[in-house]
């Protein structure tokens, strides 16, 4: 256990999470569908395969002797979380990175804690106990961020009436079932446990051992999301995206933006995952600190990019109180484990 890298691994993990969609801001000329489908090659097929081969000795001999059960349990729960994934891209597409990482983030954080709860009957047994009131009122606390996020970009779009970027009522109701979505990827990662315990056994450091899982996850993620992409491509006509663009400067920058799209989204499972090693007794805490950095970070870019330009203050004002609400509601959520 060593607290001083297990939290400079979340905060990187965070600050990568919510800096991931920026470099897609340079991305010129193609559809969004060229750009998103380049990064979830990046993200979800050859970085997982890369880092699960360099992680776990006889990768395909592991998976090979997990039961087919575990395989195809994680795979349809990535494949659901892919469906959030594309979710959550449309999201920062419509409302923006500010507000798309807020309240996608919010719902996440909220839905994922309470729907297993509910889903598995245990919401009597949860509030019977002081760590469940506890997480209770932390997910309470989420979703009032929500709403004053919400509020805060209802404000915004009455004051850039004239913006035909941003779309506040198809973004939020995109980013909900980017949040609803979003938490299948826990359920994955808790499906795919014997393929950790397999790679361990092959010889896997314990650190590197879920590797082997986020592939096989992720594997469900860009089935959903390419296939989207390439029906995009196809209705749109924008199949020529791929070998053309202003100039051949453009193109190669173009598949180095969206790369690196790819390359700053799964960085935070590498240092999310450290993270859960390092960190030790005080795990509880991760979800949080990860979830408050990524939300910061985004916000950060958010105003950067004058997202809330020729707007009031009031607008403004609302994002940073829902802001500091969520990030408050992760702490809470932290403590509850504790208390647990």
Same mark, same amino acid.
């Given at each position: 256990?060593?607290?001083?890298?297990?939290?400079?691994?979340?905060?990187?993990?965070?600050?990568?999470?919510?800096?991931?969609?920026?470099?897609?801001?340079?991305?010129?000329?193609?559809?969004?569908?060229?750009?998103?489908?380049?990064?979830?090659?990046?993200?979800?097929?050859?970085?997982?395969?890369?880092?699960?081969?360099?992680?776990?000795?006889?990768?395909?001999?592991?998976?090979?002797?997990?039961?087919?059960?575990? $395989?195809?349990?994680?795979? #349809?729960? %990535? &494949? /659901?979380?892919? =469906? +959030?994934? @594309?979710?959550?891209?449309? !999201?920062?597409?419509?409302?923006?990175?500010? $507000?798309?990482?807020?309240? #996608?983030? %919010? &719902? /996440?954080?909220? =839905? +994922?804690? @309470?729907?297993?709860?509910? !889903?598995?009957?245990?919401?009597?047994?949860? $509030?019977?106990?002081?760590?469940?009131?506890?997480?209770?009122?932390?997910?309470?606390?989420?979703?009032?961020?929500?709403?004053?996020?919400?509020?805060?970009?209802? $404000?915004?779009?009455?004051?850039?009436?004239?913006?035909?970027?941003?779309?506040?009522?198809?973004?939020?109701?995109?980013?909900?079932?980017?949040?609803?979505?979003?938490?299948?990827?826990?359920?994955?990662?808790?499906?795919?446990?014997?393929?950790?315990?397999?790679?361990?056994?092959?010889?896997?450091?314990?650190?590197?051992?879920?590797?082997?899982?986020?592939?096989?996850?992720?594997?469900?993620?860009?089935?959903?999301?390419?296939?989207?992409?390439?029906?995009?491509?196809?209705?749109?006509?924008?199949?020529?995206?791929?070998?053309?663009?202003?100039?051949?400067?453009?193109?190669?920058?173009?598949?180095?933006?969206?790369?690196?799209?790819?390359?700053?989204?799964?960085?935070?499972?590498?240092?999310?995952?450290?993270?859960?090693?390092?960190?030790?007794?005080?795990?509880?805490?991760?979800?949080?600190?990860?979830?408050?950095?990524?939300?910061?970070?985004?916000?950060?870019?958010?105003?950067?990019?004058?997202?809330?330009?020729?707007?009031?203050?009031?607008?403004?004002?609302?994002?940073?109180?829902?802001?500091?609400?969520?990030?408050?509601?992760?702490?809470?959520?932290?403590?509850?484990?504790?208390?647990?």
């Amino acid at each position: 256990m060593n607290l001083f890298i297990g939290l400079t691994m979340l905060i990187l993990g965070g600050l990568s999470a919510g800096s991931s969609y920026v470099p897609l801001k340079g991305v010129k000329g193609w559809a969004w569908e060229s750009g998103w489908a380049v990064q979830g090659i990046v993200a979800w097929l050859l970085l997982p395969l890369l880092l699960a081969l360099l992680a776990t000795p006889h990768l395909f001999a592991v998976l090979h002797a997990t039961p087919m059960g575990t $395989l195809t349990a994680t795979y #349809a729960f %990535g &494949f /659901l979380w892919g =469906l +959030g994934g @594309l979710a959550w891209g449309m !999201a920062v597409r419509y409302i923006g990175l500010a $507000l798309g990482f807020s309240i #996608a983030t %919010g &719902f /996440l954080s909220s =839905l +994922g804690t @309470l729907v297993p709860i509910i !889903a598995e009957g245990q919401l009597n047994t949860t $509030l019977s106990t002081a760590s469940g009131r506890v997480t209770i009122a932390g997910i309470a606390l989420s979703l009032i961020g929500i709403v004053i996020c919400g509020r805060a970009g209802w $404000l915004r779009d009455k004051d850039q009436k004239s913006n035909t970027v941003f779309n506040f009522k198809k973004g939020i109701a995109i980013a909900l079932a980017a949040g609803i979505l979003g938490a299948c990827f826990a359920f994955g990662i808790a499906a795919g446990d014997p393929i950790k315990q397999n790679a361990i056994a092959a010889g896997a450091a314990p650190q590197y051992a879920s590797f082997p899982i986020f592939f096989v996850e992720l594997l469900g993620g860009i089935t959903v999301n390419l296939a989207y992409c390439i029906f995009m491509n196809r209705r749109n006509r924008t199949f020529n995206d791929y070998r053309q663009a202003a100039d051949i400067k453009t193109l190669k920058a173009n598949y180095a933006f969206s790369a690196l799209v790819g390359a700053l989204w799964y960085l935070q499972f590498v240092f999310y995952g450290m993270a859960g090693f390092y960190m030790g007794p005080y795990s509880f805490a991760n979800w949080s600190i990860h979830m408050s950095f990524m939300v910061v970070a985004s916000n950060l870019w958010g105003y950067h990019y004058k997202e809330w330009a020729n707007t009031s203050r009031a607008p403004i004002r609302w994002n940073n109180i829902g802001i500091a609400v969520l990030v408050i509601s992760g702490i809470v959520m932290g403590i509850a484990q504790a208390v647990a």
